[in-house]
């Protein structure tokens, strides 16, 4: 992921050992802070390694003076892009980005009470316009999809449907000092919305930003398919007012969303694709169980794993190892789909010669910044039957229940405002 993302926005961290009493005594002194939706899974208290990595709510790379508040922003942005492979069966997928319709199940089944208005495709389209309405649509329904920390400690953020997220005026007054150090604006609902508009400038800034380091932007993959998904609230209410949804303006080549888009986008043929390629590796393995090592399916992740998941031909030779690449390529995907982007902001101190850090210019202040990814752990080989099964339930709930609803509203409509005579004639 540092190849393809660049070296900058990657920690590796390392493996330690810790003592078996310490893991155990650590797991259960933060059960009772954990999510209710999170409880089903357990920490590994048996093996004794864990992965020691930086707070990534802090500012990376540079020194910086300790007394200095940091406010760090946590965004998921899942997938950016509509499937454009001609595997898909469900005419759906090609309309609505998996996020939104993922939405409504998650919501039939209690994980969330509300539908976001957030749709991925606004946030990687490069619009700024768009761009602002995804975060603030964040802001609104953070789900697990955005956290804010100041100083390390959670300040806004959403555990599961049973702990609502903090109240806006509250987060205003948080990030007042940061936004208006000078604090010349009066309090009220139109402080709230000035320090949240600010905000949301902000981090678009700096989503926006380039810093090109290391092998990044090997991938040269053009973006097929709509450039704007059918659900978004967004492009909905352009649409009744008769506009067009500004398609993208698109993403700089250089800044992180892009990279990360590019590295999505090695899902070439989707979950319905991928699945008989999968099934002709399983095969293969079941015949030559000691080929699993050889294969690299559980690492390791090298050069040689590199280079191979640059060959994006997707003509079917009918091998094992086309399968495999396809397959080691869609977990790759997978991986970058559920990324989160942490992008931590600090006053910047003027005439501070060795703060050499990127800074970002709000209204009445200047950000020095630092941007990291997290959760790049490989997404597991065997996760991909439960992927398939998962897609099919998201893409028939939204069939039978949204897209059936819209149809009815359509068709009640037209009965309402029109009486209407069926002639059939005899051909």
């Known amino acids: ?14 493996v330690v050992q810790l003592p078996l009493e310490f893991v155990k005594q650590l797991c259960l002194k933060i059960q009772c802070e954990r ?17 020691c990595l930086p707070n990534l709510t802090r500012l990376q790379t540079y020194h910086f003076a300790e007394h200095r508040p940091i406010l760090c922003v946590e965004i998921k942005p899942k997938c950016g892009f509509i499937p454009f492979s001609n595997d898909v069966t469900h005419e759906m997928k090609h309309k609505v980005c998996r996020y939104c319709m993922h939405q409504h199940l998650k919501v039939a089944t209690g994980k969330w009470k509300k539908i976001s208005k957030y749709c991925p495709l606004d946030l990687y389209s490069g619009n700024k316009q768009r761009m602002h309405f ?6 609104q329904e953070a789900q697990n999809n955005l956290r804010i920390f100041k100083n390390g400690q959670l300040i806004y953020g959403c555990g599961d449907a049973r702990s609502p997220v903090a109240d806006l005026k509250e987060l205003a007054h948080h990030l007042k000092p940061f936004f208006f150090p000078s604090n010349g604006l009066a309090s009220g609902p139109h ?10 400038h902000v981090i678009t800034r700096v989503l926006l930003s380039s810093s090109d380091k290391g092998r990044a932007g090997a991938l040269r993959l053009g973006l097929q398919g709509p450039r704007v998904c059918e659900a978004s609230p967004f492009s909905r209410s352009l649409h009744h007012q008769g506009k067009n949804t500004p398609e993208r303006s698109g993403l700089p080549k250089g800044c992180l969303l892009y990279k990360t888009l590019q590295v999505q986008m090695l899902d070439q043929l989707d979950i319905e694709g991928l699945y008989p390629l999968y099934n002709r590796v399983e095969r293969y393995l079941e015949e030559f169980p000691e080929e699993r090592k050889t294969l690299q399916i559980d690492g390791p992740y090298d050069e040689v794993f590199y280079q191979k998941l640059l060959d994006l031909s997707t003509e079917d030779d009918g091998t094992v190892a086309f399968a495999l690449r396809k397959v080691q390529q869609y977990r790759v995907a997978m991986t970058a789909k559920d990324c989160s982007i942490m992008i931590a ?3 910047y101190l003027q005439g501070t010669s060795s703060d050499q850090r990127p800074v970002i210019p709000s209204s009445r202040s200047r950000l020095a910044f630092s941007v990291s990814v997290l959760d790049l752990d490989l997404k597991p080989y065997e996760s991909i039957p439960h992927q398939y099964k998962l897609d099919s339930k998201i893409v028939n709930y939204y069939s039978k ?9 359509r068709s009640t409509r037209f009965k309402e405002h029109e009486d209407c005579t069926l002639v059939l004639h005899k051909v």
Do not use: Q
Request: net charge negative.
């Open 345 to 347: 902001l600090s006053p």
């Open 1 to 14: 992921m540092k190849d393809f993302l660049g070296e900058n926005y990657v920690h590796c961290g390392e």
């Open 134 to 139: 995804a975060l603030k649509s964040l802001l």
């Open 191 to 200: 402080c709230t919305r000035a320090v949240i508009r600010e905000l949301v």
């Open 35 to 51: 999510p209710e939706s999170r409880c089903d899974k357990d920490l590994d208290t048996l093996s004794g390694y864990a992965m």
């Open 401 to 409: 229940t949204v897209h059936a609803k819209d149809d009815t509203v």
